[in-house]
């Protein structure tokens, strides 16, 4: 089982950065594929970006809306996956989610993802 907690959020004017950090316990947090989701208001939960397990290759998974301005990365010895984000946009605005799966399904798809965090606010001024 994996316990997962997001930091890092806050409010950014519009075209300012951002860390996300994901701090998750347990001792097999690197043979969890690691997943980040947005929920803004009146909203569904949608995909931003995922990070394989390190010993399969490592690879990273974005959103369209994200893919060049938001970078995910894994840390297994700090046992931590962080989303870099850039270039942050108003519609960024969302409650930011980080999920963790055993699971080799699809990463974008929220069902897949057994473990999740309570969320950390991001909100992007104009």
């Known amino acids: 089982q994996v316990h997962v907690v997001e930091s890092g959020g806050g409010l950014v004017q519009a075209g300012g950065s951002l860390r996300l950090s994901c701090a998750a316990s347990?001792?097999?947090?690197?043979?969890?594929?690691m997943g980040w989701f947005r929920q803004a208001p009146g909203k569904e939960r949608e995909f931003v970006a995922a990070?394989?397990?390190?010993?399969?290759?490592?690879?990273?998974y974005y959103a369209d809306s994200v893919k060049g301005r938001f970078t995910i990365s894994r840390d297994n010895d700090k046992n931590t996956v962080y989303l870099q984000m850039n270039s942050l946009k108003p519609e960024d605005t969302a409650v930011y989610y980080c999920?963790?799966?055993?699971?080799?399904?699809?990463?974008?798809?929220?069902?897949?993802?057994?473990?999740w965090g309570q969320g950390t606010q991001v909100t992007v001024s104009s």
């Open positions: 990070i394989d397990i390190s010993w399969s290759g490592g690879g990273t």
């Open positions: 999920a963790a799966t055993a699971r080799f399904e699809n990463p974008t798809t929220p069902r897949v993802y057994d473990y």
């Open positions: 347990g001792r097999t947090f690197s043979y969890y594929r």
